[in-house]
């Protein structure tokens, strides 16, 4: 099993940054591809930006130019830097974490921060 925890969601005005972090523990050998989802109320979930093992990054083309996903894998943590927030950003964020065994793969998923940006 993989734990997630996430930090630094909150309050921000519009224009502003924040920075989310995630680490994982546990069964964290054999973690592939880590990133961030984002659900906002009424909505679906949705993916935000993802980074695999070798470095390539995926990204919602909402937030293309404003959020950056950065990995530690060493210490088996995911970064999200959102710029330029937006009202639209406002949603609870998720960290997931991908890891492929003999077995097959399995996806975790942390509890979730709130994200408030303000207008």
């Known amino acids: 099993q993989v734990q997630l925890v996430e930090s630094g969601g909150g309050l921000v005005q519009a224009g502003g940054s924040l920075r989310l972090s995630c680490a994982a523990s546990?069964?964290?050998?054999?973690?592939?591809?880590m990133g961030w989802h984002r659900q906002a109320p009424g909505k679906q979930r949705e993916l935000v930006a993802g980074m695999d093992s070798g470095g390539m990054t995926t990204y919602a083309d909402s937030v293309k130019g404003r959020f950056t996903i950065s990995r530690d894998y060493g210490k088996n943590t995911v970064l999200l830097q959102m710029n330029s927030l937006k009202p639209e950003d406002t949603a609870v964020y998720f960290c997931?974490?991908?890891?492929?065994?003999?077995?097959?793969?399995?996806?975790?998923w942390g509890q979730g921060t709130q994200v408030t940006v303000s207008s």
């Open positions: 997931n974490a991908e890891r492929s065994t003999m077995s097959g793969r399995s996806l975790y």
């Open positions: 546990g069964s964290v050998l054999r973690i592939t591809t």
